[in-house]
């Protein structure tokens, strides 16, 4: 049984950090893409940041620079480092996991979500 858990969210002031992590099971992590996701209230969710089994990393336009998404494929751990944090950036952060190369923007191209944990940013 596929399993992911994120933790490290929480409420910062704008322009903190925060360090968000992931660890899944169930799966051999080396073998996917994983990927970090968002969705404010009334929002869709979208893609944050993406990270191929290579290490080689994606990013969405508005977190280049601030993010940082890495993996450690030994202990089975995706992370989320975030700096520079706006009060735009409030959300439910997922994890998710998908089978394979590539990077694929689209929420529903991922099969197996973490539960989510909320960052929330006040100014």
């Known amino acids: 049984q596929v399993r992911l858990v994120e933790s490290g969210g929480g409420s910062v002031q704008s322009g903190g950090s925060l360090r968000l992590s992931c660890g899944a099971s169930g799966i051999t992590s080396s073998r996917y893409s994983l990927g970090w996701f968002r969705q404010a209230p009334g929002k869709e969710r979208e893609g944050v940041a993406i990270i191929y089994s290579d290490g080689s990393t994606a990013y969405a336009n508005s977190m280049k620079g601030r993010f940082t998404i890495s993996r450690d494929n030994a202990k089975n751990t995706l992370s989320l480092q975030m700096n520079s944090l706006k009060p735009e950036d409030t959300a439910m952060y997922y994890c998710?996991?998908?089978?394979?190369?590539?990077?694929?923007?689209?929420?529903?191209?991922?099969?197996?979500w973490g539960q989510g944990t909320q960052v929330t940013v006040s100014s």
């Open positions: 998710a996991a998908r089978l394979g190369s590539g990077f694929y923007w689209s929420s529903s191209s991922y099969k197996y």
